[in-house]
Structures are given as structure tokens and as C-alpha cells.
T-cell receptor, first 116, second 115 residues
């Protein structure tokens, strides 16, 4: 079974500050890892994904995440927060095919607030 | 960019009524999913569909739920007799084959309120 834990349900940063959203996963097989963003009253938009190529993955809007197998982590970072980054962020894991057919297991989400 | 589209965006229904949520997945995709998100909670997997049959379902997906791909383009979720606890945002999603990177693309969601 797979699981995802996002540390901190709410993170608040100042505009221009570093954004760090934490995600730890548990998987019995090598995982695919994803970060999705959900803006208010909208659907889930893919930010970035790790699928076994480079461990440092760059996504849209200046976000990046690093896969650390030894720490079972996939933390999301952005060097300088913008007001438009305020949203809820979800980390998700799936296995690499096989019987799960790519089913995603989500973390509980982290709401990012950006202060002027 | 191709996208997953869902209708309706919002629906209010009486408890006990049947509801059908509709989705048009990305056209060359092979795997189809429904997820739901109860207000304030995490996004939960409901069901996956491949090769015209359910490939996996969660314990949430009981006999009150069914899915169908009636015409090769639409993918529907039916709830036969809605309960108050079915109130949630329902997301349709689709995925191509492994050559497309195994990314699951989500629709904007259908917000269901059961009263």
C-alpha cells in the first residue's frame, strides 16, 4: 500500500520568501511522485512529476522538487513566493503501472498563504 | 492543450435521487478515473477504468456507484440513490499509455450537493 504525508496543513510566507512544502511518501515499489496545485474553485493542475529520470524536477511557475529515496521525501520548493502562488498543494504517489493502473494516492494537502 | 472536461460544474440534488456526472477524457487516453474530494478533506480515489471495464475500485465505490463509457468519448459516474455524505467535488481524470509519461490529467470537477 502507498501513502503520502504532507507536513503542515497550512504554510504562510511573505512575498519574495522561500516556499518549502514537505512531502514524505511510503511505497513498497519504486514510485512515481507528483505535485498538483488547486486554486480556489478550480480543478487539480499538475505542477511537476518525478518518474525516475533526474532526481531534481523542475515544474511550472518556478517550482521544483527533489526526490530523495533515502529520506522517502519529495519536498516542493520555490525560491521566491508570489501572491499568485496562494493555493492548496497536493503531493501524490502512484506505482509504476502493474496492477494499480496508475492510481494516485494523495496527501491531505497544504494551503499556502502568501503575505504582501 | 487537450483537457478533460466535466459537466455539470455544479449540481444540487435531493437525497435519494439518481445523479449522473459526465466527463469527456482526453481523446487518445486509455485509462479513466473518478476521484472525489469532500470539503476540507483529501482527494480520494474512487475507481479506475481500462479496456471497457473497471480495473480497480476503492471501498467507497459501493453498489450505489457505477461507471460507464457509453460511446467511446464520454465517461460517466452514476450515483443511484444519493446520500448526504455523497456531497463532494467529483474529479474525472484520464491518462495515456506509458509512453506519455503516466501523468494523470484532471478535469475542473463537478461539485455535487445533496440536500
Amino acid at each position: 500500500a502507498q501513502s503520502v504525508t504532507q507536513l503542515g496543513s497550512h504554510v504562510s510566507v511573505s512575498e519574495g520568501a522561500l516556499v518549502l512544502l514537505r512531502c514524505n511518501y511510503s511505497s513498497s515499489v519504486p514510485p512515481y511522485l507528483f505535485w498538483y496545485v488547486q486554486y480556489p474553485n478550480q480543478g487539480l493542475q499538475l505542477l511537476l512529476k518525478y518518474t525516475s529520470a533526474a532526481t531534481l524536477v523542475k515544474g511550472i511557475n518556478g517550482f521544483e522538487a527533489e526526490f530523495k529515496k533515502s529520506e522517502t521525501s519529495f519536498h516542493l520548493t520555490k525560491p521566491s513566493a508570489h501572491m499568485s502562488d496562494a493555493a492548496e498543494y497536493f503531493c501524490a504517489v502512484s506505482d509504476r503501472g502493474g496492477t494499480s493502473y496508475g492510481k494516485l494516492t494523495f496527501g491531505q494537502g497544504t494551503i499556502l498563504t502568501v503575505h504582501p | 492543450e487537450p483537457e478533460v472536461t466535466q459537466t455539470p460544474s455544479h449540481q444540487v440534488t435531493q437525497m435519494g435521487q439518481e445523479v449522473i456526472l459526465r466527463c469527456v477524457p482526453i481523446s487518445n487516453h486509455l485509462y479513466f478515473y473518478w476521484y472525489r474530494q469532500i470539503l476540507g478533506q483529501k482527494v480520494e480515489f474512487l475507481v479506475s477504468f481500462y479496456n471497457n471495464e473497471i480495473s480497480e475500485k476503492s471501498e467507497i465505490f459501493d453498489d450505489q456507484f457505477s461507471v460507464e463509457r457509453p460511446d467511446g468519448s464520454n465517461f460517466t459516474l452514476k450515483i443511484r440513490s444519493t446520500k448526504l455524505e455523497d456531497s463532494a467535488m467529483y474529479f474525472c481524470a484520464s491518462k495515456g499509455d506509458s509512453t506519455s509519461g503516466n501523468t494523470i490529467y484532471f478535469g475542473e470537477g463537478s461539485w455535487l450537493t445533496v440536500v
